[in-house]
């Protein structure tokens, strides 16, 4: 179906859901009514490119004018100019969407190589996701905060909430490299240690649907760094999923009711970002995944404190702001792995 042809459906699908709506009553007001809220930045883009060719039309018949063929010329070459972008604009309106996009996500940051040194940047790295959450006015919610003894964290796990969340936060999933030099390096040598970062939509309770016999729940007393008691009740929580073999393991709560319903929160997560892992699997087999190889495993970005830069491999980014970033400023970073993911998108469309 040629681009003008689908706008044409689109917009008469627009007008039906809005006669649809002067009548509509309960559940159906929100079904049609989301359907419309989905639709309406494509109607006002249309709109917008439907007036373009008009004007583009109009300054192209009045070329013939001598009195007005400069400003016919100048209103014509704008025109001419501006319907491309539009155009693009509406195609990637019209790209599938993600149906977690919307979502809120569960933030899982943990040490990977390095040891002490791996710590201590994952503990870092967690606090830059803290500081952009913030800046961009979403709940940053801890759920789990596994500290190391010199400072470092042996894991991290946050739910972010607010709009759009995982749509801004999904590529950020990998493993993170860092250069530098220790603090307790003598001979100042650089050491490469690895972060991994796995961030998670965070489901419906209709996405999952976990069967209690399918649980194995331990629980036993929790402890702080160095193995020092912070309590002395059985309030720690560890929850076995029996047929994935998935562990997600809480205490940072003092009550075993509310670790056990954090560590049911990252399990319900990380069950549906399993299902979603399969879809997609599925849908991307002969084709190249989103950004990169989508492959967990692979380094995708490396952080070089000598030099004061952060490449994104993925993309071939360099940035030589390395404090910046580290502060929380990943809206560069974010913004480009999104253009490269639709430029991939469009192409795979055209294709």
């Known amino acids: 179906m040629t681009l003008p042809a689908k706008l044409d459906r689109l917009l008469v699908r627009a007008e039906e859901l809005r006669h649809l ?17 989905e639709l309406e930045p ?5 709109a917008e490119l439907r007036a373009a060719e008009r004007a583009r039309d109009e ?21 001419k100019e501006r319907i491309p972008a539009l155009e693009r604009e509406i195609r990637l309106l019209l790209l599938p969407k993600d149906a977690a996009d919307e979502r809120s996500a569960i933030l899982e940051v943990r040490p990977a190589a390095g040891g002490e040194e791996a710590a201590l940047f994952a503990a870092e790295l967690f606090r830059a996701y803290q500081r952009y959450a913030e800046s ?18 042996k894991g991290a796990v946050a739910e972010i909430q607010g709009r759009g969340v995982f749509a801004r936060l999904k590529y950020e999933s990998g493993v993170h490299r860092v250069q530098r030099v220790p603090e307790t390096e003598a001979q100042g040598r650089i050491h490469t240690s690895t972060v991994t970062v796995a961030v998670l939509p ?3 309770e209709v996405d999952v649907q976990i069967n209690d016999a399918d649980l194995r729940i331990d629980t036993y007393r929790a402890s702080g760094a160095g193995g020092q008691h912070v309590n002395k009740t059985d309030s720690a929580v560890r929850i076995t999923h029996l047929p994935t073999g998935i562990v997600v393991a809480m205490q940072e709560e003092k009550s075993q009711h509310k670790n056990r319903a954090k560590a049911m929160k990252v399990l319900r997560a990380r069950l549906y970002e399993q299902q979603r892992a399969r879809a997609e699997a ?9 950004v990169g190889t989508g492959d967990r495993s692979e380094r ?20 030589h702001r390395i404090d910046r970033v580290m502060l929380g400023e990943f809206d560069e970073i974010i913004d480009a792995l999104t253009a490269e993911d639709q430029a991939a998108r469009l192409a795979a469309e055209v294709d």
């Open 300 to 319: 995708i970005r490396t952080y070089n404190f000598p030099q004061g830069r952060v490449t994104d491999h993925r993309i071939g980014l360099t940035l």
């Open 136 to 153: 961009k006015g979403w709940r940053f919610e801890v759920l789990e905060y596994d500290e190391s003894d010199l400072g470092g964290v």
């Open 42 to 46: 494509l109607v006002a883009k249309v």
């Open 21 to 37: 709506l002067a009548t509509a009553e309960g559940a159906q007001v929100g079904a049609l009514s989301k359907e419309l809220a």
């Open 282 to 290: 599925a849908r991307a087999a002969d084709r190249k995944a989103q």
């Open 59 to 79: 300054a192209a018949a009045m070329l013939a004018d001598p009195e007005l063929k400069e400003l016919a010329e100048a209103e014509y070459l704008a025109q």
């Open 202 to 204: 965070e489901p419906e």
